[in-house]
Each structure stands twice: as C-alpha cells, then as structure tokens.
C-alpha cells in the first residue's frame, strides 16, 4: 500500500495537479517544493511566525500548519496573486516607500497579512493594524517602517477607491 496520492489544488486562480504528492505534507511545502510558488518563507514550521501566511477561502492561514490534500477545493492565494508578475501592488509598493523590506524573509507573510486587513478594515485604527500584525515576526525591524508601510497603503488604496486585494 502506497501512502501517494494525487489531488488538484485551486491556487491563484489556476487547478494545479499534485501528483505523488503525501497526505502529511504542509500547503507551505506544496506550494513551494511541489508547484514552484516560493513566495511563501519556511521558518518556524509551527505557525508562529507568518513568515508562510497565504489566503484559504479569504482567510489567513499559516500555510506550514494546513495539510496540502485538506486544501483540495479550496481556493489558495499566494503572494504571487497580488499583483500581475513584474508589477507590485499598492502594499507592496507601500512597503518599499517606507523601507520596510530588509532581509525580505518575513515581508510575504506581512505583505498578505496587511492585503487581508485592508480587504476588511481599509481604516483599520493604529491598534488594529498592530493586532492584525501580531503574528507575524519581524527580525530585523523595530516595525516602525512596516507600520508606517502599512499606513501608505491604507492612505493609498482609500485615495484610489480600490475595493479589491490587486
């Protein structure tokens, strides 16, 4: 008996087939060793750090905690969804005015963080935008430019109108 399966996953809006894949590999593993989506940082591998943070069904997730075969039907969005390929979006964009990109390990997870609560909080107050940030660690900032980053973005997507995460 073979412990090998196959399954399709729903990841930024493509079917992706998993071939051979194992029913205790992570989605973080999946996505970055199996379907070449890198975007996603292997750090803590025990969802405290949100250096792995990608969208399931419109809600974050810690991708390292998520079994890849419990996906299936599901619909995934990476890092790599938030802008077309070559282009930034308004918060990644945000997150290089404000310096707030240093060794780039943790900024996908921050970056799809902050996309997800300016989606449902496009005012978020100081506090909330610390709450929604707190789980995702930061080495080598004091946040102040990832706050303030996030402050840009807010500032930008309101002046824009903008009601979508691109």
């Known amino acids: 008996m073979s412990d090998l399966v ?20 992570s989605l973080l593993y999946v996505l970055r060793e199996r379907l070449g989506l890198a975007g996603a940082k292997n750090a803590c591998e025990q969802g405290e750090c949100g250096s792995c943070s990608v969208m399931v069904d419109d809600e974050l997730v810690c991708s390292c905690l998520v079994l890849a075969a419990s996906a299936e039907g599901r619909d995934i969005r990476t890092i790599e969804s938030l802008a077309p390929e070559g282009e930034l979006s308004y918060v990644q964009q945000a997150f290089v005015d404000a310096g707030a990109v240093q060794c780039g390990f943790c900024t996908p997870g921050l970056i799809v963080s902050v996309h997800d609560l300016l989606e449902r909080q496009p005012d978020a107050t100081d506090i909330e935008v610390r709450e929604a940030l707190s789980g995702n660690l930061c080495r080598c900032t004091g946040y102040g430019r990832i706050l303030e980053a996030v402050r840009i973005a807010a ?12």
């Not at 399954?7 to 590999?25: F, K, M, P, S």
């Open 6 to 25: 196959s399954y399709r996953l729903t990841v930024n809006g493509q079917d992706r087939t998993v071939a051979d894949g194992r029913l205790g590999e």
């Open 155 to 166: 500032a930008q997507r309101l002046a824009d109108g903008s009601e979508s995460r691109a």
